[in-house]
């Protein structure tokens, strides 16, 4: 059974420090993959970056960077230089098993403080 | 470009009345998925499909059918709603080997 855990329910940081939001995953699958959205008070989902099981490098998309370390299951977010429009609720997902579903972690809320 | 498109934004119905949410994409994808997003739950998938004639249960498909008669659309019926069923739901569509799950702008149901 595919598994998102997301054991920060909220987190503070100060404006323009990086900060990581962590996530585990647990998969059997060999073939998946990790992503994160973004989802701010107006409630869109907004999509920041994904990562593949067999990509070996880190993704990263500008102030976003995804640490993935596939041993320990984790594919924590790393913001860095954290802005006020930052603040909102994050999402880990994953996409596996033979439809390649999609399953969504509880959500980390970020708050930037000025 | 309207990518994923959810009809209505908001809902009111009455326990035990029925209803269906509507989900159109227009970007030829194969996989589309409901989920419902509760207060400290995250967003939990409901069905899925991943194409035409195929869907498939998620973690909480009780008081939910689903039908893929085309690429384009993917329906959720609620039979006989239920207080329980109050909830913010997303549609999401991706295509075969894309990474990114592209999501409509959410529709609120209340059921009283």
């Known amino acids: 059974a595919q598994k998102i855990t997301q054991t920060q329910p909220g987190m503070f940081v100060q404006e323009k420090e990086a900060v990581t939001l962590d996530c585990t995953y647990d998969?059997?699958?060999?073939?998946?993959?990790l992503f994160w959205y973004k989802q701010p008070s107006s409630g869109e989902m907004i999509f920041l970056i994904y990562q593949g099981s067999y990509d070996e490098q880190n993704a990263t998309e500008g102030r976003y960077s995804l640490n993935f370390q596939k041993a320990r299951k984790s594919a924590n977010l790393v913001i860095s230089a954290s802005q006020l429009g930052d603040s909102a609720m994050y999402f880990c997902?994953?996409?596996?098993?033979?439809?390649?579903?999609?399953?969504f972690g509880i959500g980390t809320k970020l708050q930037v403080i000025p | 470009n309207a990518g994923v498109t959810q009809t209505p934004k908001f809902q009111v119905l009455k326990t035990g009345q029925s209803m269906t949410l509507q989900c159109a994409q227009d970007m030829n994808h194969e996989y589309m998925s409901w989920y419902r997003q509760d207060p400290g739950m995250g967003l939990r998938l409901i069905h899925y499909s991943v194409g035409a004639g195929i869907t498939d249960q998620g973690e909480v498909p009780n008081g939910y059918n689903v039908s893929r008669s085309t690429t384009e659309d993917f329906p959720l019926r609620l039979l006989s709603a239920a207080p329980s069923q109050t909830s913010v739901y997303f549609c999401?569509?991706?295509?075969?080997?894309?990474?990114?799950?592209?999501f409509g702008e959410g529709s609120r149901l209340t059921v009283l």
């Open positions: 999401a569509s991706r295509g075969q080997n894309t990474g990114e799950l592209f």
């Open positions: 998969t059997s699958d060999q073939s998946y993959g």
């Open positions: 997902a994953m996409k596996s098993g033979g439809y390649q579903k999609v399953t």
